[in-house]
Nanobody, 116 residues
C-alpha cells in the first residue's frame, strides 16, 4: 500500500507561481510513474504531467507546456509540479498519482485557485 501526501495548493493571482509536492510513503524506486492530474468544476479529471522515474521522460498536456515542470527528489520520495505563469483556467483540484508494478495510487487533492 502506497500513501501519498500532497501539498502546496493555494490562491494565486494570474501570472503567479505555485509548487505542488507529493510525498510517497514508500521508496521512490518501487514506483514506475509519478504524475499529477487535475479536475476543474464540471470537467473530467485530466492528466497534467507525469514522469517515468527510471528514464526521466516526462509528459505534459498541451495547455501547460512551457509553463509547468515536473521533477522528482529521490531522497525525499517526492514528486514536484512547478507551475509558473498560472492562468485562471488552471484553477482545479490537483491530484498526485503513482503507478507501481502492482497498482495505481492516488493522493488527496490540493486546491489551486488562480484569480484573474
Amino acid at each position: 500500500q502506497v500513501q501519498l501526501q500532497a501539498s502546496g495548493g493555494g490562491l494565486v493571482q494570474a501570472g503567479g507561481s505555485l509548487r505542488l509536492s507529493c510525498a510517497a510513503s514508500v521508496s521512490i524506486f518501487s514506483i514506475n510513474v509519478m504524475g499529477w492530474y487535475r479536475q476543474a468544476p464540471g470537467k473530467q479529471r485530466e492528466l497534467v504531467a507525469n514522469i517515468v522515474r527510471s528514464s526521466g521522460r516526462s509528459y505534459f498536456v498541451d495547455s501547460v507546456k512551457g509553463r509547468f515542470t515536473i521533477s522528482v527528489d529521490n531522497a525525499k520520495n517526492t514528486v514536484y509540479l512547478q507551475m509558473n505563469s498560472l492562468k485562471p483556467e488552471d484553477t482545479a483540484v490537483y491530484y498526485c498519482s503513482v503507478t507501481t508494478p502492482r497498482n495505481d495510487y492516488w493522493g488527496q487533492g490540493t486546491l489551486v485557485t488562480v484569480s484573474s
